[in-house]
T-cell receptor, first 114, second 111 residues
Framework: NAGVTQTPKFQVLKTGQSMTLQCAQD?????MSWYRQDPGMGLRLIHY???????DQGEVPNGYNVSRSTTEDFPLRLLSAAPSQTSVYFC?????????????FGDGTRLSIL | DAKTTQPPSMDCAEGRAANLPCNHS???????VYWYRQIHSQGPQYIIH???NNETNEMASLIITEDRKSSTLILPHATLRDTAVYYC????????????FGSGTKLNVKP
């Protein structure tokens, strides 16, 4: 099992550019989510999905779009990158069974917006 | 959702037990306690979780007080590689999107 795989690991963008951060999991988890982590702070939820075709906003959704066409993939799109979106982005997944399963996190994408 | 309070930092000697406290005085009956750690800027790593009984796995032990208002994560024999930020999180059953990371405790394991 690869677990949760995020690509790319590093990316530098110019203000106004768009890009997609990829996230894939091979554990057949129903729930997937995206977080951002700014320096010295905890993680904040951007968007989440409870299953294919279902997504919803988290704590800080502005400037980001998501879709969930398959169980395995949950890409995060930056529509028009801004310097305030410079951060480390983490994707996570969890199994719905029992309602108490822990989330498994990827290794992150480090994004810099110039 | 219950909030958690953790000390900002702790020191521990290598080979000794590290005991990390967490206060969650407003926890409700259907909220679980989860512990994660983050080494440098890697992805958070799951350690252990529990509801009301003490739990143990290959990484750590979780002690939850009888009134459930606080818990302690125990790393029995801390190593330098255990230096990390440790997060205590409470979450309601099935509320997968209510998973809030606070500031955590920076554990410094010293030789």
């Amino acid at each position: 099992n690869a677990g949760v795989t995020q690509t790319p690991k590093f990316q530098v963008l110019k203000t106004g550019q768009s890009m997609t951060l990829q996230c894939a999991q091979d554990m057949n988890h129903e729930y997937m989510s995206w977080y951002r982590q700014d320096p010295g702070m905890g993680l904040r939820l951007i968007h989440y999905s409870v299953g294919a075709g279902i997504t919803d906003q988290g704590e800080v959704p502005n400037g980001y779009n998501v879709s969930r066409s398959t169980t395995e993939d949950f890409p995060l799109r930056l529509l028009s990158a801004a310097p305030s979106q410079t951060s480390v982005y983490f994707c996570a997944s969890t199994q719905r069974r029992g309602g108490n399963q822990p989330q498994h996190f990827g290794d992150g994408t480090r994004l810099s917006i110039l | 959702d219950a909030k958690t309070t953790q000390p900002p930092s702790m020191d521990c000697a290598e080979g000794r037990a590290a005991n990390l406290p967490c206060n969650h005085s407003t926890i409700s009956g259907n909220e679980y306690v989860y512990w994660y750690r983050q080494i440098h800027s890697q992805g958070p790593q799951y350690i252990i979780h529990g509801l009301k009984n003490n739990e143990t796995n290959e990484m750590a032990s979780l002690i939850i007080t009888e009134d459930r208002k606080s818990s302690t994560l125990i790393l029995p024999h801390a190593t330098l590689r255990d230096t990390a930020v440790y997060y205590c999180i409470v979450r309601v059953l099935y509320n997968f999107n209510k998973f809030y990371f606070g500031s955590g405790t920076k554990l410094n394991v010293k030789p």
